[in-house]
């Protein structure tokens, strides 16, 4: 046989290519693609490989995909409050602050958090994106970036100029990194704004993403700012949705626009703990995907989960799903896994290449040790057995042992091997408190339990 750059040997393997199996096997990867996906049988050729990684005992499954997040490192900072307080008098106000230097702190923060998790792709709608896709450059991780626009208020985010100039600096500069606009939302984005964007990403060929349908404020704002129309509908009016679009939350949807987000294939990043954590209510998932939508799962930033953890996710979007509809039958183990895994590539318009375990696709995996006591007992004979069960109800992502983007193995027995964590540590306390003393707000968090029980 040829030989392989990198042998996953005599794991679990979870494909999530719509076949819904597991199988003991070996994943053979070569110039950073899957050459085979052979099931154990005892008298199997094996291939020479540069590295094998045991894999015994553990699940081989493709790295998940993280439909929607902002990086940043305010993490336990804004807590206890309704959604608008939260985002107008802290969130933007805070955002406004913002420099190059704490971007790039928050951005190694979440890439290492995300490697260390089991993620191998992301989509980021944030500030100063050169800074975000720097650290993803040298993180391994597969990137989307679009940069958070923001017109009201003013200096809270990017502008359309600042957004267009990232955008034709890293458009096709690098093989793992694309570069989409990021329009934040209806009620703080000029419909101009939306307008130009749609424009020039047709030119360049690249997609949009935005927050849509969050919360009930929401559309009620946009029903005065469009003359009655839901959010869905204002949106579509101004860039026209389609394949390209990936939509945060998508909650507060009508039987109308419902139909509209699944006949335009728009993606739709579903972000449950974000979603509850808020007080916002259940985006309706399970009609969506009987329905036909394209939905993946994405965490929100660390500000309103407060982890990256797609295990805690997938949790999260099954019990919501069950809570919000009574049926304990509705979303079943196998399709979770897929909405955290090839539902959010086919979202982020990357299901051809990543997301599934498939000879020909990118070799984006994580390698899940079930070797804990969470996860027991695990019942397999050579196939499947309940380990898919497991990876959805009972493992966290401290779990994952080793995390592989394009083949290249980026956490190493639960070591980072391409951020230096040391580094990190060091650098977001410090990078934290200069942000929140200059936006004004650090006394609000330190203030906060100060006399609590004093007389």
Same mark, same amino acid.
């Given at each position: 046989?040829?030989?392989?750059?990198?042998?996953?040997? *005599?794991?679990?393997?979870?494909?999530?290519? *719509?076949?819904?199996?597991?199988? #003991?096997? $070996?994943?053979?990867?070569?110039?950073?693609?899957?050459? @085979?996906?052979?099931?154990?049988?005892?008298?199997? @050729?094996v291939p020479t490989a540069d590295r094998v990684i045991d894999a015994s005992g553990c699940a081989v499954i493709p790295g998940f995909v993280n439909a929607h997040? =902002?990086? #940043?490192?305010?993490?336990?900072?804004?807590?206890?409050?309704?959604?608008?307080?939260?985002?107008?008098?802290? @969130?933007?106000?805070?955002?406004?602050?913002?420099?190059?230097? =704490? !971007?790039?702190?928050?951005s190694l923060l979440c890439q290492a958090e995300m490697i260390a998790n089991g993620t191998t792709c992301f989509i980021d709608i944030f500030r100063f994106p050169a800074e975000s896709a720097a650290v993803a450059v040298d993180s391994g991780l597969r990137a989307t970036i679009s940069p958070q626009a923001v017109d009201t208020p003013a200096g809270a985010g990017e502008t359309l100029e600042s957004s267009e100039a990232f955008i034709d600096a890293w458009?096709?500069? =690098?093989?793992?990194v694309r570069a989409w606009f990021g329009p934040h939302s209806l009620y703080?984005?000029? @419909?101009?704004?939306?307008?130009?964007?749609?424009?020039?990403? $047709? !030119?360049?060929?690249?997609?949009i993403h935005t927050h849509l349908a969050e919360t009930q404020g929401e559309v009620e704002r946009v029903a005065e700012l469009s003359g009655g129309l839901t959010p869905a509908a204002w949106l579509d009016r101004l860039i026209g949705l389609g394949p390209d679009v990936v939509a945060a939350h998508c909650i507060e949807l009508t039987d109308d626009d419902l139909e509209l987000v699944v006949s335009s294939?728009?993606?739709?990043?579903?972000?449950?703990?974000?979603?509850?954590?808020? *007080?916002?209510?259940?985006?309706?998932?399970?009609?969506?995907?009987?329905? *036909?939508?394209?939905?993946?799962?994405?965490?929100?930033?660390?500000?309103?989960?407060?982890?990256?953890?797609?295990?805690?996710?997938?949790? !999260?979007a099954g019990l919501l799903a069950r809570f919000s509809t009574g049926d304990p039958a509705v979303l079943p183990c196998a399709e979770i896994l897929e909405l955290a895994t090839i539902?959010?590539?086919?979202?982020?318009?990357?299901?051809?290449?990543?997301?599934?375990?498939?000879?020909?696709?990118?070799?984006?995996?994580?390698? #899940?040790g079930l070797d804990r006591p969470r996860a027991w007992p695990v019942l397999s004979d050579g196939d499947g057995g309940n380990v898919i069960e497991q990876l959805v109800w009972s493992?966290?992502?401290s779990d994952v042992r080793y995390t592989i983007v394009d083949g290249q193995v980026l956490l190493d027995d639960r070591q980072l091997v391409t951020l230096d964590l040391a580094?990190?540590?060091?650098?977001?306390?410090?990078?934290?408190?200069?942000?929140?003393?200059?936006?004004?707000?650090?006394?609000?968090?330190?203030?906060?339990?100060?006399?609590?029980?004093? $007389?």
């Open positions: 046989m040829i030989p392989v750059d990198l042998l996953v040997r *005599g794991g679990t393997v979870v494909p999530c290519d *719509g076949s819904r199996r597991a199988f #003991v096997g $070996d994943v053979a990867v070569r110039d950073g693609s899957i050459v @085979a996906v052979t099931p154990t049988s005892g008298d199997e @050729a997040t =902002h990086e #940043v490192m305010e993490r336990g900072v804004f807590e206890d409050m309704d959604f608008f307080t939260w985002l107008e008098d802290f @969130a933007l106000p805070k955002d406004m602050a913002y420099e190059p230097r =704490h !971007q790039r702190a928050g458009h096709g500069r =690098h093989p793992r703080t984005v000029d @419909a101009a704004t939306y307008g130009a964007m749609r424009e020039r990403a $047709d !030119q360049l060929g690249v997609g294939g728009v993606g739709v990043a579903h972000c449950p703990t974000s979603n509850m954590k808020l *007080g916002n209510r259940a985006a309706r998932i399970p009609e969506l995907l009987a329905a *036909g939508a394209t939905v993946g799962l994405g965490t929100d930033s660390i500000m309103t989960n407060n982890n990256l953890d797609p295990f805690e996710e997938m949790r !999260q539902g959010g590539a086919r979202a982020l318009g990357l299901g051809d290449e990543v997301g599934s375990i498939e000879v020909g696709k990118r070799a984006d995996l994580a390698v #899940v493992c966290s992502g580094e990190i540590a060091d650098l977001v306390p410090r990078e934290a408190r200069h942000l929140l003393s200059k936006a004004g707000v650090l006394d609000h968090v330190l203030n906060k339990y100060r006399g609590v029980g004093d $007389d």
